[in-house]
């Protein structure tokens, strides 16, 4: 079955830096990966989304690559802020499936 | 004007009581999601609605089951609880059942069981 892996381990960065966390799955590759926000209490918030036949998609600050020989999606936020930190969950799902399949995300916490 | 709500936000009960909970969206999608969100922070489908038609449903016990009275409203129910299933639920909801989708989540029930 399909495993998602994300850093356990708390990534602590400077503000202004870029912040680049992880996801690496197993097995075949996903038509489409996603990446949420959750914040301590509340509920996942949709930030982008990246199709297997994509490289690279941005939004603002954000920027999420795909490669799918690696079998890993990277996500960056460039210019972080203390407002940035929360836990990021990345999220697979396969073409034929209605489901999504997350990770258990990487806290990210940045520094003022 | 929440997009995506649910009752209660906190549920604390004895083992082997029956509960619900309810969740509502406003923002006219097709699809509706029922997710636990254990200890570890891994987020599970449980089941999937669209048009009120269940799409998945995945390997979760028999005590508990979703209802779809319409499009809007997906309600959990939960009959004899066990303390493994303390967590917080979350629904959610997305414009079509396909994976290419985003997902509009709820605030969470946390749910404790004692």
């Known amino acids: 079955s399909q495993k998602i892996e994300q850093n356990s381990e708390a990534l602590n960065i400077q503000e202004g830096k870029t912040a680049t966390l992880t996801c690496n799955y197993t097995n075949y590759s996903p038509a489409y990966l996603q990446w949420y926000r959750q914040d301590p209490g509340r509920g996942p918030v949709f930030l982008l989304l990246i199709r297997e036949n994509e490289k690279e998609k941005r939004k603002e600050r954000l920027k999420v690559t795909f490669d799918t020989t690696l079998k890993q999606s990277l996500f960056h936020i460039t210019a972080s802020q203390p407002a940035d930190s929360a836990t990021y969950l990345c999220?697979?799902?396969?073409?034929?499936?209605?489901?999504?399949?997350f990770g258990s995300g990487t806290r990210l916490l940045v520094r003022p | 004007d929440t997009a995506v709500s649910q009752t209660p936000k906190y549920l604390v009960t004895q083992m082997g009581n029956d509960k619900s909970i309810k969740c509502e969206q406003n923002?006219?999608?097709?699809?509706m999601y029922w997710y636990k969100q254990d200890s570890k922070k891994f987020l599970k489908i449980m089941f999937s609605?669209?048009?009120?038609?269940?799409?998945i449903n995945e390997t979760v016990p028999n005590r508990f089951s979703p209802k779809s009275p319409d499009k809007a409203h997906l309600n959990l129910h939960i009959n004899s609880l066990e303390l493994g299933d303390s967590a917080v639920y979350f629904c959610?909801?997305?414009?079509?059942?396909?994976?290419?989708?985003?997902?509009?989540f709820g605030p969470g029930t946390r749910l404790t069981v004692t």
């Open positions: 923002l006219g999608h097709d699809t």
């Open positions: 609605y669209n048009n009120k038609e269940l799409i």
């Open positions: 999220a697979l799902a396969m073409d034929s499936s209605y489901k999504l399949i």
């Open positions: 959610a909801s997305s414009h079509g059942a396909g994976s290419s989708y985003e997902q509009y």
